[in-house]
């Protein structure tokens, strides 16, 4: 277990570059930073927004990261380069998620007012088109691995399945009671994750939308959810300050973790398994070692 601590405030994401070698992070100090997660060191500090960052994504190449939060505002960071590249336009509301296609341009970001606005910064003349269905915020949007479909996650207590070429509503799963918070497709895009306010996850069946399983055992808000590579296990961040680790073809909890963190706000593993990160409230990042959950 590794613990990285830079941030003055809690961290509010966090992900990992494509190729593993890096991990972003992006916090209530306004800050966006990079960690080398081999030695656990900061290597850079991304400064612009001037309120809290509650998103950040990778483009699929590495090449470019997002950053989205109570500002108002989407902004991309050159990885190679250290510095902005842009700040995308067409934007209005607090952004609370976002994500990048498989084809690593089309980006996609949760919102405030309940809106998801879609982005093609590569090509002109394509602004943000704005997808509309949910009444509440968008806490959590996530492209199928195929890049065919886009799920989100809202406090209207749905999640929704949009096409990803034209935007258009594929379905509505209900069967959450309260706000749902974040979302994650397994590998192969089969199955969909989505955590509660409540403490419980669902696993939906895709693209039908049926109702698999619900796990239970956190005892507050899900904030975070993550597959493991192969698809075996998924992770949990919650607001009651545990990391839980579940048997996807079970549905029985595996392991659960406490790291004195604070509330545990986001997760995610490395493209290889091997470790996984969570972000804490008290401004740390711990990145532990979870090669042993996929034997």
């Known amino acids: 277990m590794r613990t990285m ?14 190729d593993g070698a890096l991990l972003a992070s992006g916090g209530d100090d306004r800050t966006v930073r990079l960690w080398d997660v081999g030695t656990g060191r ?20 590495g090449q470019r990261l ?5 500002d108002d505002s989407v902004r991309l960071w050159g990885v190679r380069q250290r510095r902005l590249q842009g700040t995308l336009i067409g934007h209005s509301s607090v952004v609370w998620s976002l994500a990048f296609a498989p084809d690593g341009f089309t980006l996609a970001a949760g919102t405030q007012s309940g809106a998801i606005k879609v982005y093609r910064p590569r090509l002109r003349g394509d602004g943000a088109r704005a997808l509309t269905g949910h009444s509440r915020p968008v806490t959590g949007v996530a492209f199928s691995p195929d890049g065919q479909l886009l799920a989100s996650a809202s406090h209207d207590g749905t999640v929704k399945l949009w096409g990803a070429d034209w935007g258009r ?3 509505t799963l209900s069967g959450h009671t309260n706000w749902v ?20 996850i669902t ?13 239970r055992g956190h005892a507050y808000l899900v904030n975070g959810l993550a597959f493991s590579p192969d698809g075996r296990v998924l992770a949990s961040a919650s ?3 545990t990391v839980r680790v579940w048997d996807v073809a079970t549905g029985g909890e595996r392991e659960s973790f406490n790291w004195r963190i604070d509330r545990a706000h986001a997760l995610a ?12 409230g008290d401004g740390s990042i711990v990145v532990w070692d979870v090669d042993y959950l996929e034997r």
């Open 203 to 215: 696993l939906w069946s895709v693209p039908d939308g049926t109702e698999r399983a619900t796990l």
């Open 169 to 171: 509503e594929h379905a």
């Open 239 to 241: 607001w009651d300050e």
């Open 42 to 61: 900061q290597v850079a500090c991304f400064e612009g927004h001037v309120d809290g960052v509650r998103a950040v994504a990778f483009s699929s190449d």
């Open 269 to 280: 593993f490395s493209p290889d398994g091997m470790t996984a990160a969570v972000a804490g």
């Open 66 to 70: 997002a950053s989205g939060g109570w």
């Open 5 to 18: 601590s830079g941030h003055q405030g809690a961290v509010r994401s966090v992900a990992y570059s494509p």
């Open 181 to 200: 918070r974040c979302l994650a497709f397994r590998p192969d895009g089969q199955l969909l994750a989505s955590g509660c306010y409540d403490g419980t």
